[in-house]
Structures are given as C-alpha cells and as structure tokens.
C-alpha cells in the first residue's frame, strides 16, 4: 500500500464518525424521476400548534435534510478517495469546514435577527435546513456529476418541504 493510502484511511474513517450519527436517520421519502430524486421534508403527526410543536418539527426537518447530506458527502468523499488525490481530498474537506462555518453563522445571525421571540428557533432551523439543501445541491454539481454524459454517480438531490 502506498504512502498515501495510510495517510488517507485513518482521515476516511474520522471523517466518517462525523455524520455517522445523520446516518442512522433513515433517508426522508423521496421520489426519482428523471435522475433527479426529490426528497420530501416533512414532520408527520406533528400538530404544529405551539412553539414546541414548532421546534420540534423543525428539529425532524434538519434531521432529515442531514441524513441526506450525510449520504451525499459521503459518496463525494469516497469519489476523491478514489482517485487517491491528497491535495483534491483536502481541497474538499476545507470547502465542507467552509460549509458548516458559513451556515452556523447565517442559522445564528437569523436567530439574532428574531431574539425575543417564541419564533427565533424556527426561524434560524429553516435559514439552517435552506443552506443545508444548498450545500447538498452544490456539492453534488460540483463532486458528483460529469461534465459529459457519464451519468452522476447520485440523483440530482431536489427538496420538497411538505406541510
């Protein structure tokens, strides 16, 4: 085994145990059409009536939205991993440190911006799980697709929100 296989195991294997708890969310329902698999996030028996009702379907939502950056960071990873490309790997792994910075201030800044009020946690959960679907997009454009006809190695991720 190469010099760099020993390198990037141990990397492979950290960076795994850090969505390993998303992983154990099952996937939220979905529909493939197309090569694009649209996945509905959605809070069932959840009156949504009180502001913990609220939060409480809001924290499922994330949940749910995380599983499938989970999985979709996951196979981006194991592509780079592939290729057995160091610089490529850690290129990656700063653009995903540059993701979880960038939504835990707008997801903090949105709860400033709503401090004092019963709705402050929704508000920062849905500015959290929008830059969430986001991020999953991006990365499967940018990681996960060819730019010729070679089919993607997943769906195109879409999001239905599904009240």
């Known amino acids: 085994m190469s010099p760099l296989h020993y390198r990037l195991i141990p990397l492979a ?14 996937l939220p329902s979905s529909v493939l059409k197309d090569n694009a ?9 959840n009156p949504r009536q009180t502001t913990i009702d609220m939060n409480d379907c809001m924290g ?22 592939a290729t057995q490309d160091e610089q490529t790997l850690n290129a990656f792994e700063a653009e995903n440190k540059a ?21 402050r946690g929704v508000k920062a959960a849905e500015r959290e ?4 679907e986001l991020r999953i997009h991006n990365q499967w454009q940018n990681w ?5 006809s ?3 190695i997943l769906p195109e991720p879409l999001f239905q929100d599904v009240e």
């Open 60 to 81: 499922t939502k994330r949940d749910a939205v995380k599983s499938v950056e989970a999985k979709y960071v996951s196979a981006a990873r194991q592509r780079i991993l």
């Open 37 to 45: 698999e649209t996945f509905e996030i959605a809070c069932p028996n």
């Open 99 to 119: 993701w979880d910075i960038l939504i835990d201030a707008a997801s903090h800044a949105t709860g400033v911006e709503w401090q004092g009020g019963t709705i």
């Open 13 to 26: 294997i950290l960076l795994g145990y850090g969505l390993h708890a998303y992983a154990e969310v099952p």
């Open 144 to 148: 996960l697709r060819y730019e010729d």
């Open 150 to 152: 070679t089919p993607p």
């Open 129 to 132: 799980i929008t830059l969430i």
